[in-house]
């Protein structure tokens, strides 16, 4: 089953609704951005809270990574003490200004981390084998999601809240191929997995043990990587046949296709506030790679009343789907 939308309203976007490549989301304002330590083509973008702090890493001119919070222009660098130099990853930010992210330590361990006023905690799931651990996506609560290895080396996504960890496991995965990467403020998890059938990558939505399952229409893989209170879900796709990627915004089953103006090779979706307001990373000509914030038009706050109708129309269309018995679109 596949639903397109077009002319829903001019200020929203062109939604693609054929086979073949994605069209250009026309409702959306683009900015760049670079961090000022960073060397050229290396700064990526992950997360953005609904202050509008971005944040994600970079890397220096001697190729170590660093961690930073953008807020009205200024820049911020986190290194987490823990780490080895040049190691600490940023992933996402709430609205308390808390950071989540992954840092290496001294002996090439990964371990999750959150910042709070400068200081670190580090996260550890007890399921998994010391030192396989990411750290993904945290909400206004504080709960956190990431993705772990265990011993056999089989990857799991996880919830941890208040120091209890839950592993995720999509039910239609290949055994130990689920990655969790966001979470909103209801619980809602979403992430990604390879699917057992077809061995392509499929977004999902977690929610209370239920698993709703993402593909774009007319894609191959689908990588989902953030989600908001509305629901709203960002992430990107691959091209059939392809190495071009696309990112998206997908709200109760309709997809909304992003492309940064003048972006080389892809435009990866990788976050999304309750404006809707998106981040990322796109490719430049040279190979390089810039962060982005993409803002609705209209405006955020007219953006998000919009939505919340849209929204409300994408749920309903979503719940009759489950109530039919229907499959995501392939």
Not at 252 to 260: A, Q, S, T
């Amino acid at each position: 089953m596949r639903i397109c939308l077009m002319g829903l309203a001019a200020t929203v976007a062109v939604l693609a609704c054929g086979a073949g490549s994605a069209a250009t989301a026309a409702g959306y304002v683009y900015t760049a951005l670079d961090d000022p330590a960073a060397a050229p083509g290396a700064t990526f973008v992950y997360g953005i809270n609904d202050l509008g702090q971005v944040t994600g890493y970079f890397s220096d001119i001697s190729g170590l990574n660093h961690g930073f919070v953008e807020s009205g222009s200024v820049y911020t660098t986190l290194d987490n003490p823990a780490a080895a130099p040049g190691q600490t990853f940023a992933s996402a930010i709430n609205n308390a200004g808390q950071v989540v992210g992954t840092f290496s330590d001294t002996s090439g361990l990964s371990h999750g981390f959150v910042e709070s006023g400068g200081v670190y905690t580090t996260l550890d799931d007890p399921a998994g084998a010391p030192g396989q651990i990411s750290a993904s996506g945290i909400n206004n609560t504080g709960q956190v999601v990431g993705t772990f290895s265990d011993t056999s080396g089989a990857n799991h996504g996880f919830v941890e809240s208040g120091g209890i960890y839950t592993t995720l496991d999509d039910p239609a995965a290949y055994a130990g191929q689920t990655y969790a990467s966001g979470i909103n403020d209801a619980g809602q998890v979403t992430g990604y997995f390879f699917d057992a059938a077809s061995g392509i990558a499929r977004g999902f939505v977690e929610s209370g043990g239920l698993y709703t399952n993402l593909d774009a229409p007319s894609f191959g893989d689908t990588f989902a990587s953030g989600i908001n209170n509305m629901g709203q879900v960002t992430g990107f796709v691959y091209e059939i046949g392809s190495a071009t990627q696309h990112g998206f915004v997908e709200i109760g089953g309709l997809y909304i296709f992003l492309n940064y103006p003048g972006a080389s090779g892809y435009t990866d979706g990788l976050g999304i506030n309750g404006l809707g307001q998106v981040v990322g990373i796109f490719g430049d000509a040279s190979g390089g790679t810039h962060g982005f914030v993409a803002t609705p038009v209209p405006e955020p706050a007219a953006w998000a009343m919009l939505l919340i109708g849209f929204g409300s129309l994408g749920a309903t269309l979503r719940a009759e789907r489950k109530k039919n018995g229907a499959r995501a679109p392939a």
